[in-house]
């Protein structure tokens, strides 16, 4: 372990050289990936030197107890020698979840798309939980939240609602949130007490820069409509909702949340980016997948991943087979021991790839 923590120390030290260089500060995409792995790289070194100090304590008490000269002195050794004993293990465990090599996409924004499903209005009231739940666990992290594009539901929440969140690691902490949500609850419209089982999906997309994808105008039919409200009546008169529909791949991407033509032209490019990005990422996903059986990481959007049973107070991650009963928590943002759980089983994973090759 000593050795890795001397390899990374050295990668680390021409790293910081490099991020203060002209040349590299001018390169904006290299520098943001410098920038990067130096967070990554300072996190597993402060790790290090933790570890080497307890090293340190270990040695030190061993030699005082081969001495044996002062008998309070021994004592006082054995204690720390336990103590060191007991840390050791817990921190090269630390250590080697630090040195799993992460996903350049992990560092990224995102884009949430988040659609009803199955059940009607209940589904739509679910996708405005399901929204809510995201926004207030972005602002526990210190994320920013905006809203891209929305489609209100005809008794409150959502038929479709696409939101962006800015902040440090974020598609890394929620690219887990991908695939079918499920809800068992009586619904407000439901008269006679019977629990409806209704669904919705979220797709969480990295962010693409615009150095990531390119997308050339000739390639994009543009097409301005008038904005809609709940109900889907007219709000404005004005032809503010902006349609992009990238030609050669046939994805669409639209936006009508701002009065500003302009502002919504650069919001609905903004999601079209991040979908044609994601969908190269998907295809990437789909070849990793093939090669390993993965728990977490497949990217398949059409999965049931979580179920959140009202009756019970139960949320259950079908994934990884966490249960937690806890669901007016969760709900309400809390999905802290979610995420932390499925990190990591897909890091459990790569570190089980890592020692069979």
């Known amino acids: 372990m000593l050795d890795k923590i001397g390899i990374v120390?050295?990668?680390?030290?021409?790293?910081?050289?490099?991020?203060?260089?002209p040349t590299i500060i001018t390169d904006q995409k290299r520098y943001i990936k410098l920038t990067k792995e130096y967070k990554d790289l300072k996190n597993i070194v402060e790790k290090g030197d933790e570890y080497k100090q307890v090293i340190?304590?270990?040695?030190?008490?061993k030699e005082i107890i081969a001495d044996g000269s002062d008998a309070e002195m021994v004592e006082m050794a054995k204690m720390q020698l336990e103590e060191a004993k007991e840390e050791i293990p817990k921190l090269e465990e630390a250590l080697k979840f630090l040195m799993?090599?992460?996903?350049?996409?992990?560092?990224?924004?995102?884009?949430?798309?988040?659609?009803?499903g199955t059940g009607g209005d209940e589904a739509s009231i679910f996708a405005g939980?399901?929204?809510?739940?995201?926004?207030?666990?972005?602002?526990?992290?210190?994320?920013?939240?905006?809203?891209?594009?929305?489609?209100?539901?005809?008794?409150?929440?959502?038929?479709?609602?696409i939101f962006s969140i800015t902040g440090s690691d974020v598609y890394g902490t929620m690219k887990f949130e991908s695939g079918v949500h499920r809800v068992q609850r009586v619904p407000q419209t439901e008269t006679q007490g019977r629990v409806h089982t209704s669904a919705a999906t979220v797709m969480v997309l990295p962010e693409a820069e615009e150095f990531d994808v390119e997308v050339k105008n000739s390639d994009v039919r543009i097409d301005y409509f008038c904005s809609s409200g709940p109900g889907g009546?007219?709000?404005n008169t004005t032809y503010s909702a902006v349609r992009l529909t990238h030609v050669p791949t046939g994805i669409v991407a639209q936006c009508q949340d701002q009065k500003s033509q302009h502002k919504n032209k650069d919001k609905a490019f903004k999601v079209l980016r991040t979908?044609?990005?994601?969908?190269?990422?998907?295809k990437k996903l789909e070849a990793d997948a093939a090669k390993r059986n993965s728990l977490v990481s497949s990217g398949d959007r059409s999965a049931k991943i979580r179920t959140y049973n009202y009756a019970q107070g139960r949320v259950t991650d079908h994934r990884i087979g966490l249960t937690l009963y806890d669901l007016s928590n969760i709900i309400n943002g809390d999905i802290h021991k979610i995420v932390e759980a499925l990190e990591l089983a897909e890091n459990t994973e790569k570190l089980k790839e890592m020692n069979e090759l």
């Open 9 to 21: 120390k050295q990668r680390f030290d021409e790293v910081s050289d490099l991020i203060i260089q």
């Open 56 to 61: 340190e304590n270990l040695n030190e008490a």
């Open 100 to 116: 799993v090599p992460k996903s350049p996409e992990d560092a990224k924004n995102i884009v949430v798309e988040i659609r009803a």
């Open 129 to 161: 939980d399901l929204y809510r739940m995201y926004t207030k666990f972005a602002g526990d992290k210190g994320w920013k939240t905006e809203i891209e594009d929305i489609s209100y539901g005809t008794s409150g929440g959502f038929k479709e609602i």
């Open 233 to 235: 009546q007219s709000v």
């Open 275 to 282: 979908r044609i990005y994601e969908m190269e990422l998907q």
